[in-house]
């Protein structure tokens, strides 16, 4: 295997959650989210090169910008950027861009994940290979009472109807901020996992993702809080 690591980052124009989500000026970065992870991901030790894939001509000129090797551009078809595009439509155009290596597949809206962060997941994903695992992605833990409309699906009300939350067993919530997997995966399996993937639990104030115009609010509370460096 081609023991590279590339970066797949998405980054399509037009949320239509949070308009301009990705470039728009965010904790005192003037170019926002889209600024921030490149920073980080340039900082990595253990990440080869970067393809950033994007329809947005604003972060297109942001990314001509920066003067960095590490950095490649793609300009990504309009009809490989609606909101309606498939992660498997994405998926092959991961692999068209990356044909064989490593690919870390993450998103500029989590912002809290930094250089260190990704070359600790690196450095996991890479010693997993010789441990059963073929892909990693990171999750939330949640240890709450979970229902659905026939009772609970993660404990017994029989054995003890509101058992301590920390004693429950941890349901791992999939958080999409890092998918790192060998492209030998995307093209067998069209999934930017295989088929043993380790999961990698991240704490709450990491795995935050910025969705909704309140998540940005709040992004911002937490980065001028100081308790993570951007």
């Known amino acids: 295997l081609n023991m590279s690591v590339i970066c797949f980052l998405p980054c399509r124009k037009g949320s239509e959650r949070v308009p301009q989500k990705n470039i728009k000026p965010f904790a005192g970065h003037p170019c926002g989210l889209i600024e921030?992870?490149?920073?980080?991901?340039?900082?990595?030790?253990l990440i080869t090169e970067i393809i950033l894939s994007t329809n947005d001509d604003e972060i297109i000129d942001y990314a001509k910008s920066i003067k960095s090797k590490k950095l490649?551009?793609?300009k990504r078809s309009e009809t490989l950027s609606s909101s309606s595009t498939s992660t498997d439509d994405l998926v092959a155009h991961a692999l068209e861009l990356i044909p064989d290596s490593h690919i870390l597949w993450t998103h500029v809206t989590s912002p809290?994940?930094?250089?260190?962060?990704y070359d600790a997941i690196i450095s996991e994903y890479l010693k997993s290979?010789?441990?059963g695992y073929d892909s990693l992605m990171t999750t939330s833990?949640?240890?709450?009472?979970?229902?659905?409309?026939?009772?609970?699906?993660?404990?017994?009300?029989?054995?003890?109807?509101?058992?301590?939350?920390?004693?429950?067993?941890?349901?791992?919530?999939?958080n999409s901020a890092v998918f790192?997997?060998?492209?030998?995966?995307?093209?067998?399996?069209?999934?930017?996992?295989?088929?043993?993937?380790?999961?990698?639990?991240?704490?709450?104030?990491?795995?935050?993702?910025?969705?909704?115009?309140?998540?940005?609010s709040i992004g911002e509370c937490i980065a001028s809080t100081g308790l993570v460096k951007l």
């Open 36 to 45: 921030i992870k490149i920073n980080q991901l340039l900082s990595s030790t």
């Open 72 to 74: 490649r551009l793609h």
């Open 112 to 117: 809290f994940i930094v250089a260190d962060d």
């Open 129 to 131: 290979l010789n441990n």
């Open 141 to 174: 833990l949640i240890h709450s009472f979970l229902w659905d409309e026939t009772g609970p699906i993660n404990y017994n009300r029989d054995i003890e109807k509101w058992p301590r939350t920390q004693t429950l067993p941890a349901i791992h919530e999939v």
């Open 180 to 216: 790192l997997s060998h492209s030998k995966n995307f093209r067998n399996f069209n999934d930017r996992i295989g088929k043993s993937p380790l999961l990698y639990p991240l704490n709450k104030i990491k795995s935050f993702d910025i969705d909704w115009p309140a998540d940005f």
